[in-house]
């Protein structure tokens, strides 16, 4: 296994490749190249140079050693100059191979590292179906077959071939150089300026020396080369798609129309927004294939090759095309780097899918593997340890009755959530992130997102936050003494339920115009006025509430934070029922409610920073992947049980599915590495909101595939099924419908509360275009 190269030679190898794309690869540069005969080597020995060439080989054969994130650093790094030198084909892919095979192909290592001559890699591909044949001939090689779109043939030193046998069991490389062997080829250019070609083998003959590699050796170095292949080539896409996003965001800042900077429109923005979002998904599943192949976890590898190339194949057309769009005219032009990084990208795409297996399932992807991901900054925190804890608790501790509920997606009373986070208090669990003089253990956020995937993996319960995630933090932070001893041990021991008082009926997006009044009158506020979509209100001892104390001004500045008791006199609750036919949130109308000063929190009129403070906390774990993965089990086994209920394309359901997994797996490593980011002290403010809209959409599309997976039963809906604990059975498809058609219908919320996506997609905008 190859070594990583550490952060000092990383730095300088990226520095210098920085330099070289810049002082190299300025676009007019490259342009005026492209305009006269092409050199695809012209810059090869510099960047032999520069080291990269030899970064996949072992220093025993004069490389770098390099980790698979080490090449997909460097074609990241490339990315932004559209190289046009064969890095990934000959460097990586034809290196790879070469190093694979070791002493007897030295000289041309040698050749290769010192930018003297290169190899590509014929066939060899997963996803392609020309592939050679190759059979013995007397003492010699018989190649047959035909290959297609094989990107530098034309213009490679030597060529190794890859062949399978016959019967397509045992597979072959074999060294030739073009100008020994006769094989006919048609050249061309790609859409991105740089060379490919199509070969016919026909009876062509080669000796006994040719032969490289066979049979398992063969299999290892074919399937390590695919394996950086992709790495390589998504890690390019990933550069060349921040490029786009930068370039665009760029356009938008400088480019007037009707008299405005077009970053002052709305729908430009959201689009910008989900551009960054894209590419931020696509960065982190990356990583994720490098750390994969460099621990040589060949299922893993296999599944996250192909959902790498899923997700860069749905980002890199939309942001492409987004980004030419928003470029308008220029954008559809020659002139404009964007409309390379388009054609490079679809190039990319292509050349991705030719590497990649195809007949990955779904069932193939391992969960344990993907959250072991390691890479915590936490060096005296063993993750895997309290995982297996915490799976341990929730397995031993959680009433079976519960589990089943939540497991069924049945009805949850009071009592269930209470009773579950009694037992977690009892362990010393709930609060724990909490400051240990606060009644808590002081856990950080990776602590506490391991712990939260491993209770919703195991079907607890949610851990209603209004207490303990929203109103505790603000008291601890912001209460005084006497509100801290008297409020903090009931939110600890679950014996006081707290609902939000927040939104109005006409303040929701805009919570600053608020009008819900409190005035002072002796030891009293009297406070007038509507609530709106105040969640489990029904159940709730206390509210916390955002009432307006002053009219003039500034209407953030005029808000405070009251504590109000839900018995007082003048608190009228009516239900909201939801589209799922639930009574899950309220209307509470306060009349003359008089609420001793004793419980305003903070200063009269600090109510904004609290309310800011209290919602910038919540978001983090609003990716909320535990419930998506144990979600998807169960739309994968639904799925397979219903099948004959289905009507419709198999396999557009198959590729649905799988869409749907791949964009899990992405979300599983941006909310890790928006975690890793938060702990190193580099959270750039918009990361919360990146996951908030990526995880409640996923949310969604999983909801509907589930539903529409149901075939004929996804049209029914009868709620008292779900309220019936009678109902357990999944064998009736109607109970089924019910649960399942209840997650899709109450998903709509998701993209609603807790700031609605379109805010948070400003918030994102805001930061990119800083405006
Ligand atoms: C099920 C549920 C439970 C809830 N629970 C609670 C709770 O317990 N406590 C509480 O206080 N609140 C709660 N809320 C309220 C929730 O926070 C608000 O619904 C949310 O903030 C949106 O406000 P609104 O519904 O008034 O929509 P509006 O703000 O009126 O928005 C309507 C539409 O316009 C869009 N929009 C608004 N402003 C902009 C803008 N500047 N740019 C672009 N688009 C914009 C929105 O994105 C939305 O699509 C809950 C809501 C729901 C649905």
């Excluded at 009773?419 to 909490?434: C, I, N, S, V």
């Excluded at 004929?712 to 109607?734: F, I, K, M, V």
Aim: hydrophobic letters at 40%; a negative charge; proline letters at 3%.
């Amino acid at each position: 296994m190859a070594v990583a190269l550490d952060s000092e030679s990383k730095s300088i190898i990226n520095a210098t490749l920085q330099r070289f794309v810049a002082d190299s690869y300025d676009f007019s540069a490259r342009s005026q190249r492209l305009a006269e005969p092409l050199n695809y080597l012209q810059f090869w020995p510099v960047l032999a140079d520069l080291g990269v060439l030899s970064l996949p080989l072992d220093e025993a054969q004069g490389g770098l050693g390099g980790h698979a994130s080490d090449i997909a650093d460097a074609a990241m790094t490339l990315a932004p100059g559209l190289i046009l030198e064969p890095f990934t084909d000959a460097a990586v892919i034809g290196g790879s191979v070469l190093g694979s095979v070791g002493t007897s192909v030295q000289p041309h290592i040698n050749r290769l590292i010192n930018g003297e001559a290169f190899g590509v890699l014929l066939g060899g591909r997963g996803g392609d179906p020309g592939q050679l044949k190759v059979s013995r001939d007397g003492d010699g090689y018989r190649l047959d077959g035909e290959l297609k779109v094989q990107p530098y043939a034309s213009e490679a030193d030597f060529w190794l071939i890859a062949a399978h046998d016959v019967e397509g069991c045992s597979q072959v490389v074999l060294f030739a150089t073009p100008d020994e062997i006769d094989v006919p080829l048609h050249s061309y250019r790609l859409m991105d300026d740089r060379p490919a070609c199509d070969l016919w083998f026909e009876r062509v003959l080669l000796t006994d020396e040719a032969l490289l590699l066979k049979g398992s050796e063969a299999n290892q170095a074919l399937k390590r080369a695919r394996a950086l292949a992709v790495c390589s080539l998504a890690a390019e896409a990933v550069g060349i798609l921040a490029s786009l996003v930068t370039a665009t965001g760029e356009y938008l800042n400088e480019r007037q129309q009707f008299g405005v900077p077009l970053s002052n429109f709305q729908a430009l923005q959201h689009r910008l927004a989900d551009m960054h979002i894209g590419y931020l998904e696509a960065r982190a599943l990356v990583d994720k294939l490098a750390l994969a192949v460099e621990q040589s976890e060949d299922d893993e590898v296999r599944w996250l090759s192909y959902a790498v190339t899923s997700i860069i194949e749905r980002s890199s057309r939309s942001i492409g095309h987004e980004s030419i769009q928003m470029h308008g005219g220029m954008g559809v032009t020659d002139e404009l780097v964007v409309s390379h990084f388009h054609k490079r990208l679809v190039v990319l795409v292509h050349q991705m899918r030719g590497w990649v297996e195809h007949d990955v399932e779904a069932t193939e992807w391992r969960h344990e593997a993907s959250l072991d991901a390691g890479g915590s900054v936490e060096s005296d925190f063993d993750e895997t340890a309290f995982r297996r804890e915490v799976r341990e608790f929730v397995a031993t501790h959680l009433k079976p009755e519960t589990r089943a509920k939540v497991q069924n997606g049945l009805y949850l009373e009071k009592s269930d959530y209470v009773d579950w986070q009694k037992a977690l208090r009892e362990k010393g669990w709930f609060g724990a992130a909490w400051p240990v003089e606060a009644g808590g253990k002081g856990w950080s956020i990776l602590q506490e997102h391991v712990f939260l995937q491993e209770c919703a993996l195991g079907a607890a319960p949610m851990i209603i936050p209004y207490g303990v995630n929203m109103l505790g933090p603000v008291l601890y932070t912001f209460g005084n003494e006497e509100q801290k001893r008297r409020y903090l041990p009931g939110i600890l021991n679950s014996d006081t339920w707290w609902c939000q008082g927040y939104s109005e009926p006409n303040a929701g997006s805009d919570l600053a115009a608020l009008k819900t009044r409190a005035v002072r009158d002796g030891d009293f506020w009297v406070v007038n006025g509507t609530k709106m979509w105040t969640t489990e209100a029904q159940w709730a001892d206390m509210m916390h509430c955002l009432v307006r104390t002053e009219s003039t001004g500034k209407k953030q500045a005029g808000i405070s934070f009251l504590l109000i008791d839900m018995n007082t006199p003048g608190i009228t609750i009516e239900p909201i029922i939801t589209l799922d036919g639930v009574h899950h949130t309220n209307q509470v109308f306060l009349d003359n409610v008089r609420v001793p000063v004793e419980n305003l929190v903070g200063e009269e009129g600090a109510g904004w920073t609290m309310a800011k403070y209290l919602l910038s906390r919540e978001r983090g774990f609003i990716a909320d992947t535990g419930n998506k993965l144990r979600m998807m089990a169960q739309i994968r086994m639904s799925v397979s049980q219903r099948s004959k209920d289905f009507i419709g394309n198999r396999e557009l359901q198959k590729a649905r599915l799988l869409e749907l997994e791949a964009s899990l797996a992405a979300l599983i490593e941006l909310e890790r590495s928006y975690i890793n980011d938060w702990m190193r002290g580099r959270d750039d403010g918009i990361g919360a909101s990146v996951l908030k809209v990526r995880s409640t959409e996923l949310l969604q599309r999983m909801a509907e595939f589930w539903s529409d997976s149901l075939g004929p039963y996804g049209q029914c809906y009868d709620p008292a099924l779900r309220l019936d604990g009678e109902g357990l059975s999944d064998s009736d498809p109607t109970v089924q419908a019910a649960s399942v058609n209840y997650s899709y219908l109450y998903s709509r919320c998701w993209s609603i509360f807790g700031g609605t996506n379109e805010v948070q997609r400003n918030i994102i905008a805001a930061r990119l275009l800083r405006n």
